[in-house]
């Protein structure tokens, strides 16, 4: 027998081998608790999606879904770590916006948006919503409007960081609204809006779970919401479209990626879970009352989907003239 042709059957042995264990792995899976990278802080609008999703992924998994918040850095700390974690679908992440955001923003990323990630499936999609200091003598967004215009760059915005999806969001406000307002980041959206509440800063833009509590109690003003349509969730707050804001529309996205190299059926069986737990009333109904719309989607249309807003955000930060690094 010729060496070449026993290099070769060596070879088809160890495939045949590799192919034959991912299987075998794939039909256990899981056999031990997956970990859910959170790339944001706890607390927050994404955090509630992030522990709501897991809890019920853990009823059909049958093995523990752990949310690990991993913040920092706009979510680039949490990010690079699930790029790096083993291919095993022991680790998937929970990403938001901000995932193509960093992508359109950033040059100096550690990992590649697409190429580093497996996507398993959308999650759910929601609008934000923008609020006032009450002291602010506003009461819609044309009244906030007519008062910028009147006082360039005397107002202000806060948001839970520069690059974060409210930050942007906020940016396509201005440039679509034709206003000057001064940008005041946080590391979080914690102390963001504890100052505007105290009136430390004036506006901002955030997700409505964290919004809609403060905005009852009358904290803060609830002016609009950044959707097209209003949400079925907040029937009563007018879109920024409404208030005079042409063509304005901004809707944040949450969905689930595993690093780069899980295998397919591995994909595939998480996909499932994520598909059938969308179709759990319970679920939806605590989404839908963060402001969330729940959404699933094949890996595929959740790739296209990711690459679609790198370009949508890339063409945003060209327009806003931002920069990070």
């Known amino acids: 027998?010729?060496?070449?042709?026993?290099?070769?059957?060596?070879?088809?042995?160890?495939?045949?081998?590799?192919?034959?264990?991912?299987?075998?792995?794939?039909?256990?899976?899981?056999a031990r608790p997956v970990r859910m990278i959170a790339p944001f802080s706890a607390g927050g609008g994404a955090d509630t999606v992030a522990r709501t999703t897991a809890q019920k992924l853990t009823e059909l998994l049958t093995q523990q879904v752990i949310v690990d918040n991993r913040p920092g850095a706009s979510n680039i700390i949490g990010t690079d770590l699930?790029?790096?974690?083993?291919?095993?679908?022991?680790?998937?992440?929970?990403?938001?916006?901000?995932?193509?955001?960093?992508?359109g923003l950033s040059r100096k990323l550690p990992y590649d948006s697409i190429r580093d990630f497996s996507p398993i499936s959308l999650v759910a999609t929601t609008p934000f919503m923008m609020i006032a200091n009450p002291a602010l003598p506003v009461k819609s967004v044309r009244d906030l409007v007519a008062l910028a215009r009147s006082k360039p760059g005397q107002l202000n915005y806060a948001s839970p960081?520069?690059?974060?999806?409210?930050?942007l969001a906020a940016e396509l406000f201005k440039l679509e609204a034709g206003v000057d307002i001064l940008h005041v980041p946080y590391k979080g959206i914690s102390q963001a809006l504890t100052d505007t509440i105290a009136g430390t800063?004036?506006?901002?833009?955030?997700?409505?779970?964290?919004?809609?509590?403060?905005?009852?109690?009358?904290?803060?003003?609830?002016l609009a919401v950044t959707s097209a349509k209003r949400s079925d969730a907040m029937p009563?707050?007018?879109?920024?479209?409404?208030?005079?804001?042409?063509?304005?529309?901004?809707?944040?996205?949450?969905?689930?990626?595993?690093?780069?190299?899980?295998?397919?059926?591995?994909?595939?069986?998480?996909?499932?879970?994520?598909?059938?737990?969308?179709?759990?009333?319970?679920?939806?109904?605590?989404?839908?009352?963060?402001?969330?719309?729940?959404?699933?989607?094949?890996?595929?249309?959740?790739?296209?989907?990711?690459?679609?807003?790198?370009?949508?955000?890339?063409?945003?930060?060209?327009?806003?003239?931002?920069?990070?690094?």
């Open 1 to 30: 027998m010729s060496l070449a042709l026993v290099h070769a059957r060596a070879a088809l042995a160890a495939a045949v081998t590799v192919a034959a264990s991912a299987a075998g792995a794939a039909d256990s899976f899981p």
């Open 82 to 103: 699930t790029a790096k974690a083993a291919p095993d679908g022991y680790t998937i992440m929970i990403a938001n916006s901000v995932h193509t955001i960093n992508a």
């Open 161 to 167: 960081g520069a690059g974060t999806a409210a930050h």
């Open 201 to 222: 800063t004036q506006v901002m833009i955030l997700s409505p779970s964290t919004a809609l509590a403060q905005a009852k109690a009358g904290r803060v003003r609830a």
């Open 236 to 325: 009563d707050i007018p879109t920024m479209q409404e208030g005079g804001v042409k063509g304005y529309e901004f809707t944040s996205w949450y969905g689930l990626v595993a690093p780069r190299g899980v295998s397919r059926p591995i994909i595939v069986q998480l996909n499932a879970a994520v598909v059938k737990a969308l179709q759990q009333k319970d679920l939806r109904d605590r989404l839908e009352s963060a402001g969330a719309e729940p959404q699933s989607s094949t890996p595929e249309q959740f790739g296209e989907l990711l690459k679609r807003e790198i370009g949508k955000f890339s063409n945003l930060v060209q327009r806003a003239k931002l920069t990070i690094d």
